[in-house]
């Protein structure tokens, strides 16, 4: 199975050989609430971790989507950018944003694991 990683601002990379899925925790849309809208970055932009690189609103509130590595983006999620909702439906899954080919490999090795995030999310209550 694929590594998930994780940063304090709830984005995930799921680390598939050289290139990274990114998107937002299942905790993360659940306090979206209903997303009703997605916003990837272009196929081709380069990312410094910690750049904002998507944009998802829902009925609550919009949230920047934060980079969690450094890299070139390589894919979109179109179909979430056509039914925003993939996101709430399965957030780790088809709810994916954008893929990204590493710059540095061993940078995801700094971002929490399961067991750190729900650590973390413990603390955030």
Do not use: C
């Not at 899925?21 to 990312?47: C, K, W, Y």
């Not at 410094?48 to 980079?67: I, L, M, Q, T």
């Amino acid at each position: 199975m694929a590594e998930l990683r994780y940063t304090k601002d709830h984005e995930y990379v799921r680390i598939e050989g050289g290139e990274g899925v990114v998107g937002i925790s299942d905790h993360a849309q659940r306090q979206l609430g209903d997303v009703v809208f997605a916003e990837n970055p272009r196929v081709g932009t380069m990312l410094k971790a910690g750049d904002p690189a998507a944009v998802v609103e829902s009925v609550k509130a919009a949230s920047d989507v934060f980079a969690p590595v450094a890299g070139e983006v390589v894919a979109v999620n179109s179909e979430v950018e056509a039914k925003p909702g993939l996101i709430n439906e399965d957030a780790l899954g088809t709810g994916w944003l954008f893929r990204i080919r590493l710059a540095d490999p061993s940078e995801a090795a700094a971002l929490m694991d399961e067991a750190a995030y729900a650590a973390f999310l413990e603390t955030q209550a």
